[in-house]
């Protein structure tokens, strides 16, 4: 009989509600293991927050038990929470992950000022054991170098959890995803496989990355003027094909971008990225060269208003100014959210005079996330028992079930889980389990954790109505009112003459603290709620806006 | 000799900045008129706007000389300014369209209880003279019925407009391009082709509107359970094929959301759409309806938040309840910004079980406006001496024009304006004129225009850092504080403990007003200043955030 004590618990802290802040915990008897640790990037609906956390207070509550931290790979979504948990955790918890991911983990946690963590390399193809759980660790095809999928067998049951991937048949690195691996994985038997479902519903197979180079080569071949290229800093093998294709074509390459110069730096130093020292030059030293020899590498694919694409679209960029005639390579596609913002620049890079190429009109991006018949294929070669689509929304989730479904998976053993939903293995298979406490933390500032829903309502209120705030001075004894009213708005506006509805809240004000103070009322919140309900009406009948009103009273 | 008033000036007001807003002005000596008089709906970087409109001052400085308004088509991004232009005209003008144009403007100026606007209807094919300008009209495609293009003869040279176009070589009401009548022009001769460049980045042929609905059928084929279709409800042959196709199966048609119900009222009294009484059900009256038979047609295809897709997403729709197995298609594609808004509500109507066809999946939509083959195709046919891409951003007009030199034109034959640049044609041919004064009037709730770029940003800043109100009253004749000290924040933490803040506030403050008193400052705006740098630099240093500082400062 299965006791409660071994059975294998698997729960998502994060990555089911959209993509980011993906993070999985491992749970069996005393031991646990946590898979990635990434945070999400807001959007409009978080109105001046900086960073989203996954609420990983699970782990912190069990963190005796913790053995280890995997991370599959370098980017921010699996990566950026792992400062936060660290420093919640407080002791020193290994963390593993390949060369380059630990590179990119260490600069990170040394921003941080998190002193000496216990970073552990491990290798694709190695293998390595954290208290009850036997870990193999297969490399992936995806957008950054050195990604892994982790097959984590116990004694109970195994899990196998892909990490972002793709399949790739000509990846420029010659690393390819470890067929052989995952087979063997296949043989040995796989409970459950939690799987990538990023591009679930795209058709058919993703693009190589090579062909990108081919794309690029043209394009520099033909260009006649200056050429610039935004894209994702991470991305070494596109970063790796822009520097090709220059050389290629005698042209150096001048980077710009603080995360861009940083990748390049830790890339290079790695052996990740190559390229020689006389081929690669200084932003401040390009000011003499002629426009056909230089490739400007920047930031900014994603529209971000303060990188270096969108400093040089508008005319601010310190060393590069566009000339008619430049060619500017979007080599990105907009993550979802940012359309608006990637066309911006893209319309300042036109009316500056610049020709612009991007992912619609040239091959110069493709995905690093495995589309349907990858995902197809995944599932044939692992041949799992179970599977649970991750890392995604959940239009994503559904269509990459629908998936498994088509390739014979029964209904009944594909699951859609939300954040904190819990499956428990045994000898016996699969279930759902007791979901955990789940959630998101709101990084905005200095401040991590206690910004709640309140705080962004009021933001977004702000935001479209704007603020009224009424300031009076009253008598304590008396309640009479004492000196000169006070209107404050911003983001607000009272009809054609201001001076007319001032007047008009004046009037409104004067006659609500004449009533109250007749009726003997000093309590400053019952004058306030009087005031609050004149202004809005007020404002209202004036201006059919509702606006924030916040009414202030000094007692004197 | 040319003299200033024997040239044909043409003004685009709006419509070069952005999908939107679509406004052309015409001025022949004596003579003006207007074609098309649209809005754009507000992105989030104009939070709590309602819309924006065109400055149309120009016009309404010429008034005497308006001889008439052409609208080419319904929808709002060309008519939407009309109520707004008519009302600051004052005196009746001219308003010209079809049929269907005319019935959807009817509406929208009774709800701004526009009176007896001289509504005159004209015809494809139709021909009309406004003071020295002849105006025919030619059937175009687009994702509504009745649009048409303008073909503007005057002594001195000609323009057409295309107004949106493509070409549908299989339009499902028989109603084909009036490719005679655009050969015919070209034969006249046309001096300036100003034509759509919305679709301009697309390469090969827009697909045929007929498309969508053999998808529909398939999927309405195979649907087991209810269907929604959620849709623009003025594309009413999109309309009519969900129609179609659900009486083809035995289903009766639910017609949901306020826009819905008005447009396909209109259009079925107006003849545009066709489906018999019976077919068509009250959605009161669905409740002991079979889920398969029936078909929900609904708005909310852009994730509008108070949609009827949106509603029933959410479980709060008053007759529509999503059950498993529902099937909803988007028969739409998101507007640039809408993306994660219509993602979220396919997110829910996931979670709660229904099944999702959108067009990414299926044929469920096609575009409204030429692809680039068409657009060459439109050059190729009217043959014109110069052209001005409209109707697009930055990067879409430098895409369209890039098409016309594919085609033959001569670089200096065509033009990349901004909203407000002027064109002059004579005999000799087109050049650049002076410029017109120009931009957008921002209409917020009942306020129309002088809302500027300070409140807008403002409620930026509101919305990503909040707000910190500090208010004191100080002694009018000493400048010293009289009672106490409020801080009021909205939108803004402060550290983990609110009261460490407040008191950390007070300090800085109680330090300032001692400062200013004992140097006997009693000017109040002196005293805000120094309030409101003390109070910022504390938040800045204990919060790392910059709030908006509003300093009250009340004599008692």
Not at 141 to 162: C, E, F, M, Q
Not at 303 to 313: H, N, V
């Amino acid at each position: 009989m299965t006791t409660k004590k071994n059975r294998l618990r698997v729960i998502p802290l994060g990555g089911l509600d959209g993509i980011g802040k993906n993070m999985t915990v491992l749970e069996l008897g005393n031991d646990m293991i946590v898979i990635d640790a990434g945070l999400m990037f807001p959007d409009d609906d978080h109105p001046g927050i900086d960073l989203i956390l996954p609420d990983y207070s699970y782990i912190i509550q069990r963190k005796e038990k913790l053995r280890g931290i995997i991370i599959t790979h370098g980017h921010e979504d699996h990566t950026g929470a792992l400062p936060y948990l660290l420093k919640d955790l407080g002791t020193p918890v290994p963390v593993l992950g390949t060369k380059l991911t630990l590179g990119i983990i260490a600069g990170k946690l040394e921003e941080h000022r998190i002193k000496k963590p216990k970073l552990r390399e491990i290798k694709q193809g190695g293998h390595v054991n954290l208290g009850m759980f036997g870990l193999d660790f297969f490399a992936v095809n995806h957008s950054i170098p050195d990604g892994v999928a982790v097959y984590v067998r116990t004694p109970v049951g195994s899990v196998l959890h892909t990490g972002d991937f793709k399949l790739d048949q000509t990846p420029i690195d010659g690393r390819f995803t470890d067929y052989a691996g995952f087979a063997k994985a296949a043989k040995q038997g796989v409970t459950l496989l939690m799987s990538d479902s990023t591009g679930a519903e795209s058709p058919g197979h993703t693009p190589s990355e090579s062909e990108v180079g081919a794309s690029l080569r043209t394009i520099f071949a033909a260009a006649e003027q200056r050429i610039i290229v935004a894209s994702f800093a991470s991305h070494v093998h596109r970063v790796q094909q822009v520097c090709d294709a220059a050389v290629a074509c005698g042209r150096k390459v001048v980077v710009t971008g603080r995360s861009m110069i940083n990748i390049t730096k830790i890339a290079r130093e790695l052996g990740y990225l190559h390229i020689a020292d006389d081929d690669i030059v200084d932003a401040f030293a390009m000011g003499d060269m002629p426009a056909n020899k230089v490739v400007v590498l920047c930031t900014g694919s994603q529209g971000e208003p303060l990188s270096a694409l969108a400093r040089i679209a508008n005319g601010e960029h310190k060393t590069v100014q566009i000339q008619a005639g430049d060619t500017v390579v979007i080599s990105a596609t907009p993550v979802p959210g940012n359309e608006k913002a990637v066309s911006r620049v893209m319309n300042r890079l036109y009316k500056a005079g610049a020709n612009v190429v991007h992912k619609g009109i040239a091959r110069v991006h493709v995905s690093g996330h495995a589309a349907a018949e990858e995902l197809k294929l995944m599932l044939n070669l692992v041949q799992p028992e179970y599977m649970v689509p991750i890392h995604g929304e959940m239009r994503h989730l559904h269509a990459h079930r629908a998936l498994a479904h088509a390739v014979g998976m029964p209904e009944d053993h594909t699951f859609i889980l939300d954040n904190g939903d819990c499956l428990e293995i045994d000898e016996s298979g699969v279930r759902r389990g007791q979901p955990v406490s789940s959630g998101v933390v709101y990084v905005d500032g200095l401040t991590v954790g206690d910004l709640g829903q309140v705080i962004l309502r009021d933001r977004q209120q702000l935001s479209s109505d704007g603020i009224a705030m009424i300031v009076v001075a009253i008598d304590s004894r008396t309640g009479a009112l004492a000196g000169e009213i006070e209107l404050v708005t911003r983001g607000l506006v009272l009809g054609a003459d201001s001076a007319d509805a001032l007047k008009g809240v004046r009037t409104r004000v004067d006659r609500v603290l004449k009533r109250t103070a007749s009726e003997g009322v000093t309590d400053s919140s019952v004058v306030k709620k009087a005031l609050h309900d004149a202004v809005s009406q007020y404002i209202w009948e004036s201006a059919r806006r509702r606006p924030m009103i916040i009414p202030v009273v000094m007692e004197v």
